[in-house]
């Protein structure tokens, strides 16, 4: 912590003590090629070792963070049982974000490299934001994302590889930049996603899949991890994971796996920027979401916005000009040329429990009770729990 010039009593969180995601050892950005290496493709490596098996499912669950799996092993006994045989976990990236998570996943990326660095950021010169779930029609999904992912790298090795999702995603633009390689396969339930990734598997000598569930994530948004509906559906996806494990094929893997967990924000907690002059003086636009805000100033206001959110949230924030949370390696070791104008003046991540949301700008997401975002260990470390078939 710093001392902040004025305020002898307010120490300043330091954004270089952010616990910065495991990126290049135990990231979401190191599965996949970890996995494609183990299957024989060319040209990737990883820092996280894997067993190699000829056969490999990841099953991502939305909002599963291995903090909340560990709560509740009444609700998740297999899981757990998991965990206690031997299951790690590893770090999303920065921002602990779906959209983010699942960029890192599909092309084996941090964020400053594929560069859907945020839940919304502003498209450089445009004037405004983009959804990085919903996107925006005048942004070329390619050249948002140029790079290729490690399912097409997979499919182009000669490896069966397919992405078993609901019908509903087949054709956005995340699916295109992130998933996208190979077959897809549209099925509209959990048990269903998991007996086709089975099939696949034992129809294939050599295959990858990725399936996803999303329920969760839906469940701890709008009730709050601390309620029964998000627990009861935890059960759900415990026994969604155990039916799968208990049809993989021989010489088959299943990881499961998680893009960040979630924590209850009340609503004391919540500091709302549109009701908050301070925090809105100089800011053209306000991305990100209530625990990772990405904050554009006006030309020529930049230090004066830094200094006031520093001041007003300093103490329960990492509060980063762009080049200080760029040098601290919160995006990851590389941030390219393309990606640095879409991160913020200004990158705000909750230490404590805090949100800044916006009620009239972004009316749905400031009614959430569950939220993530940041670094903390609640919402950054998620699973990787191994079952060989």
Not at 44 to 61: H, K, N, W, Y
Not at 281 to 289: D, F
């Amino acid at each position: 912590m710093t001392t902040y010039p004025g305020y002898d009593a307010f120490e300043i969180l330091d954004p270089a003590d952010a616990p910065v995601p495991a990126y290049g050892s135990g990231s979401l950005a190191d599965l996949l090629p970890a996995v494609a290496a183990g299957l024989g493709v060319p040209g990737l490596t990883s820092g996280l070792v894997l067993e190699p098996a000829d056969r490999v499912c990841v099953f991502l669950v939305d909002g599963m963070g291995w903090e909340l799996i560990r709560r509740h092993p009444e609700y998740a006994p297999f899981l757990n049982s998991l965990i206690a045989a031997g299951g790690r976990s590893i770090t999303s990236g920065f921002p602990s974000t779906t959209a983010t998570s699942l960029a890192s996943v599909g092309t084996g990326l941090p964020p400053g490299e594929h560069g859907l660095a945020g839940y919304t950021l502003a498209v450089p010169g445009a004037g405004y934001l983009m959804n990085q779930l919903r996107w925006h029609p005048a942004v070329d999904a390619r050249g948002w994302q140029p790079h290729p992912t490690v399912f097409q790298l997979a499919d182009a090795a000669g490896v069966a590889t397919c992405q078993v999702s609901s019908p509903l995603f087949a054709q956005t633009p995340l699916t295109q930049v992130a998933l996208s390689g190979g077959t897809f396969l549209g099925r509209t339930t959990g048990e269903e996603r998991m007996d086709q990734s089975a099939r696949w598997l034992a129809e294939h000598d050599r295959a990858l899949c990725y399936t996803y569930v999303s329920e969760l994530d839906g469940a701890g948004h709008r009730f709050g991890v601390d309620s029964d509906d998000w627990r009861m559906m935890l059960n759900t996806v415990d026994r969604l994971a155990q039916r799968l494990a208990e049809q993989l094929p021989p010489r088959s893997a299943l990881y499961v796996t998680a893009d960040h967990g979630m924590i209850d924000i009340a609503p004391e907690d919540r500091i709302d920027f549109d009701e908050d002059w301070e925090l809105g003086a100089g800011v053209s636009l306000l991305g990100g979401e209530g625990r990772a805000r990405h904050v554009y100033a006006v030309p020529g206001a930049e230090a004066d916005v830094f200094t006031v959110w520093s001041e007003v949230l300093g103490d329960r924030m990492w509060v980063a000009t762009r080049d200080q949370a760029i040098a601290a390696g919160w995006f990851g070791p590389v941030v390219e040329d393309r990606v640095r104008g879409r991160i913020g003046d200004v990158v705000a991540a909750a230490r404590d429990d805090i949100a800044v949301i916006a009620s009239r700008k972004e009316p749905g997401e400031s009614s959430m009770i569950g939220l993530h975002g940041s670094m903390t260990p609640v919402e950054q470390i998620v699973p990787l729990l191994e079952v060989r078939g």
